[in-house]
């Protein structure tokens, strides 16, 4: 039984949040920061984008095809880098030129809609995989949803649009005793495949790679090839999902994270039973072993890999109710810029901001946040919002702040 892996990268960037104050409400209907977003994707850019996709595209360029990679772009991210970082693009239309790489379709405003609108949900990913037709010429044939948040719900969806795989976290209390090292059925849309991230394995990459605390500090790729192959004949996919910016950004050029991702493939493909497959060649070629189902979300966030991150708190769940309560009237209206700014507003990243936890998640939250505090994030999208709401003619937003 031969074993695939099957390297999947989340490039996100949001449109994030100016300082908006009370007394803006009613005077400016400019509610982003461009100065720190042109800031944060050139200096992401420079740490992240441009060497990472340059030396996955050698390593394409150099196994001839054996070594294959699959991306979903937010279209949040691309529109920034069309505006700050065009020869981002660039890399990425050499990346799909090569045949080797698999774009999944997801929403573009990397939003909460498959939670709160389904109408919205199916707008946005018909939105983002236009986007990725216009700018690499490719048609995604798979999906992931916003932070692998997932459902049975999520799943149906997925296979109404007419996709062939769904991305989900691989977590125990889906699985219990089964191993995420295969493909499964979501239980109500049996012709999609499921593909379960190991975290174990992925979080050794993204989360543990530069921690010298970590009992198997230093990582190497002979190290963690080992751990791959130890898998033969217990799976037939190791899945190694993980946010792109974990090549330079999150783990520093210092923490030797380049060097180990140009020696793995040589080392994964010793074993003559392993190979690399996208996602959609993995839905496509490996047989599923059984079906799974999940009522409640689940994700790849946080201890709890729930959707805590962003609906785990009053202020949280205070903001996406307002948010969504004004869409009736953005429909209604069907002004261009206004559905661009309400949409930029369902961004999933303004409730991860508005999260109050503690301990370990709480700073992996204040790292992402550009505000002082959760309760600065939320005054000033409850500010924007109520901006929008005056100019949607619609009675006004009672903050609690």
């Keep these: 039984m031969s074993t695939a892996v099957c390297f999947y990268f989340e490039v996100h960037q949001p449109f994030r949040l100016r300082p908006y104050h009370f007394f803006d409400i009613g005077h400016s209907g400019n509610y982003f920061d461009d100065a720190r977003n042109r800031q944060i994707m050139q200096k992401v850019t420079h740490k992240c984008y441009l060497p990472a996709t340059r030396l996955l595209r050698r390593l394409v360029d150099r196994y001839g095809g054996d070594f294959r990679i699959s991306y979903s772009i937010s279209g949040t991210a691309l529109e920034q880098f069309e505006l700050y970082a065009p020869e981002v693009l660039d890399e990425f239309r050499a990346l799909a030129a090569t045949g080797h790489v698999d774009f999944l379709a997801e929403t573009y405003y990397h939003s909460l809609s498959a939670l709160f609108s389904e109408r919205e949900f199916r707008a946005q990913v018909e939105a983002q995989t236009s986007a990725l037709k216009r700018l690499f010429g490719v048609e995604p044939r798979s999906f992931r949803n916003t932070e692998l948040i997932f459902n049975n719900h999520i799943a149906w969806l997925a296979g109404e649009l007419g996709f062939?795989?769904?991305?989900?976290?691989?977590?125990?209390?889906?699985?219990?005793?089964?191993?995420?090292?295969?493909?499964?059925?979501?239980?109500?849309?049996?012709?999609?495949?499921?593909?379960?991230?190991?975290?174990?394995?992925?979080?050794?990459?993204?989360?543990?790679?530069?921690?010298?605390?970590?009992?198997?500090?230093?990582?190497?790729?002979?190290?963690?090839?080992?751990?791959?192959?130890?898998?033969?004949?217990?799976?037939?996919?190791?899945?190694?999902?993980?946010?792109?910016?974990?090549?330079?950004?999150?783990?520093?050029?210092?923490?030797?994270?380049?060097?180990?991702?140009?020696?793995?493939?040589?080392?994964?493909?010793?074993h003559p039973d392993y190979r690399f497959l996208t996602v959609t060649e993995a839905a496509t070629e490996l047989q599923t072993v059984g079906e799974i189902e999940s009522d409640d979300p689940i994700s790849w966030a946080d201890t709890e890999r729930d959707v805590s991150a962003w609906l785990g708190n009053s202020i949280q769940n205070t903001a996406i109710h307002a948010l969504y309560e004004i869409e009736e009237a953005i429909y209604d209206r069907d002004d261009g810029e206004l559905f661009h700014t309400f949409r930029k507003l369902q961004t999933s990243d303004h409730f991860y901001y508005m999260c109050t936890k503690y301990f370990n998640d709480g700073d992996v939250h204040k790292y992402f946040s550009p505000y002082g505090t959760p309760h600065e994030a939320y005054v000033y999208f409850m500010n924007a919002l109520a901006d929008l709401r005056e100019r949607l003619h619609l009675t006004p937003l009672k903050v609690n702040v």
């Excluded at 239980?187 to 975290?199: F, P, S």
């Excluded at 130890?230 to 899945?239: D, H, L, P």
Aim: charged share 30%; aromatic share 14%.
């Design 164 to 270: 062939k795989a769904v991305l989900a976290e691989g977590i125990e209390r889906m699985l219990g005793w089964r191993s995420p090292n295969f493909p499964y059925r979501p239980r109500y849309r049996r012709d999609i495949v499921a593909l379960l991230k190991n975290y174990r394995l992925s979080d050794d990459i993204a989360f543990r790679f530069s921690q010298k605390s970590w009992s198997e500090h230093p990582l190497t790729a002979e190290k963690f090839a080992r751990w791959c192959h130890e898998v033969a004949g217990n799976g037939t996919i190791i899945n190694l999902f993980m946010d792109y910016e974990t090549l330079g950004e999150h783990q520093w050029e210092d923490t030797g994270i380049f060097q180990f991702m140009e020696k793995l493939p040589e080392l994964i493909l010793r």
